[in-house]
Nanobody, 117 residues
Framework: QVQLVDSGGGLVQAGGSLRLSCAAS?????MGWFRQAPGKEREFVAA?????TYSDSVKGRFIISRDNAKNTVYLQMNSLKPEDTAVYYC????????????????WGQGTQVTVSS
């Protein structure tokens, strides 16, 4: 029922910045971002509901925000590292928890982020 369209990925040099966007067709209580590198499991990156939450690996570098009028969530990624290279997936939940795979109800199609050294 709820559809998420994520975009904004691309190729950037290490130390650069990129902003991802996720447009939702319906309102959800919590939204966030996960990422998955080739051969690795999908991992939590950031979430926003009544507060913001970040994984330790991106804390201090990434900022998640939300524009309720546009029903869109953003992920501002700064000081990018090659280890940030992955497909980034927008995620949403009807409930409170979108920080774990078990808490996700909806997924975006994914957008590729590649950071060169």
């Amino acid at each position: 029922q709820v559809q998420l369209v994520d975009s904004g990925g691309g190729l950037v040099q290490a130390g650069g910045s990129l902003r991802l966007s996720c447009a939702a067709s319906g309102r959800t209580f919590s939204m966030g971002w996960f990422r998955q590198a080739p051969g690795k499991e999908r991992e939590f990156v950031a979430a926003i509901s009544v507060r913001t939450t970040y994984s330790d690996s991106v804390k201090g570098r990434f900022i998640i925000s939300r524009d309720n009028a546009k029903n869109t969530v953003y992920l501002q990624m700064n000081s990018l590292k090659p280890e940030d290279t992955a497909v980034y997936y927008c995620a949403a939940a009807r409930a409170l928890d979108v920080t774990t795979l078990n808490g996700v109800d909806y997924w975006g199609q994914g957008t590729q982020v590649t950071v060169s050294s």
